[in-house]
């Protein structure tokens, strides 16, 4: 009898949901062990996560990056495998309140898109197609995180200034903190963001002699770009604080998903 290799989706996907219920509910109780028990529920999720991926490359011969289902997969997983060097690091608890909701849905993407695991059209065979699914992905994933630790800066900052302690005071550690993490990731996260742009652009000029078509995705991606440079530049500016801040960066959001969403089988 052969299982099918959703099932350990599904698995990832229970566990995810338990993590982030109990990491929810710490903003209440303020008790550490449900924070510990929605920890080790995700770190439970990843490993099934992780075996599920592991599957999907061995029936495929790729990367899991090529369609929707495969794509929001993968980095729902880059997502978390960075969120937890970053608490074994900082042990920053808060990020928890929007890294475990973040990587749940996107996994919820996969499992509702039901895709094909096909193997690679031999068109798409190309190191540079593959290196722009790589560093775009990659990219996606530390952005989203320094979005992230930029809201958990601003909540701090704005705690702070104001002298009152809302339900994530205890959880979030120093505003440097936050603010080395969070530029760090979107430093290093628009980088390869970028790469992966150009390569993409590269690679479509080359497959279709001209520029690539302007899709959902595209758009998507280059709107993305433009909002993360504008974060990035505030922060070189010293003026990163406030809501104008606050709207990019849920545009940005907006932005990374709709490219997400925008993807299509290869």
Known sequence: MTISPNVTLYVALAFYATGTLAALL??????????????????????????????????????????????????????????????????????????????????????????????????????????????????????????????????????????TRGRLWEWIPNLNVCRTVSYRALAIGFSVYTVGIITGVLWSYRTNVGLMELRSKQIGAVVAWVLFAILLQSYIGGVFRGKRIVVISACAFIAILVAILGIQHG
């Open 26 to 163: 710490s903003l209440f109780t303020h008790e550490k062990w449900t924070q510990n028990a929605g920890l080790a529920a995700m770190i439970a999720g990843f490993v099934s996560h992780t075996f599920w991926i592991g599957t999907i490359c061995t029936i495929t011969g790729h990367p899991p990056l090529t369609n929707l289902a495969e794509a929001s997969s993968f980095v729902a997983w880059v997502v978390f495998a960075i969120e937890l060097a970053l608490f074994l690091r900082y042990r920053v608890q808060a990020a928890s309140f929007f890294v475990y909701p973040l990587v749940l849905i996107l996994l919820t993407i996969s499992a509702v898109a039901r895709e094909p695991f096909a193997k690679l059209s031999p068109d798409l065979r190309s190191n540079m197609f593959t290196a722009h699914l790589l560093s775009t992905t990659l990219g996606v994933a530390g952005l989203l995180i320094g979005l992230a630790f930029s809201y958990l800066a601003y909540v701090q900052d704005r705690a702070l200034r104001e002298k």
